[in-house]
């Protein structure tokens, strides 16, 4: 299921994965259809598909050596300095690539959890997305 998430999980079909991990989780659980998961995830400590997207780009913004941010681009002071650039894309399509969608969920991670190191920010943002169990990416990137 994780097996290149970084390239298919922010398009629409991955709704038919999350939808089989859900039933997964059920049966599991020995529950019926119409009972709601997100208690069920967060008692047996897993995350959802999209939760583990989101960990999956913001790992990959977190190792990628050049990341650029606002505050490199111009030389004085800036509200989002520390925020990475979002590079523009015309098409929908290109903005499901995962250089946009890593900048996007990197944005969304509070700043004292980016200047985090590697093993802390990932077990950070693990603790993170399992106690808040997203269903979407965009709940994620409103929230």
Known sequence: MVYGIELWGGISEASIVFKLQKRAIRTMMKKRTRVSC???FK???ILTLPSVFILKQALYKKK???IESRGDKHNHDLRNKDDLCIPYKRLVMS???C???SARVFNKIPLSVRRL???HF???ITRFLMRNCFYDIKE???A
């Open 122 to 124: 990932k077990r950070t």
């Open 117 to 119: 190191s590697e093993n």
């Open 140 to 142: 994620f990137i409103n």
């Open 43 to 45: 008692e047996l400590n």
């Open 95 to 97: 903005n499901q690539l």
């Open 99 to 101: 250089s946009v969608m």
């Open 64 to 66: 990628e050596p050049s």
């Open 38 to 40: 997100r208690p069920l």
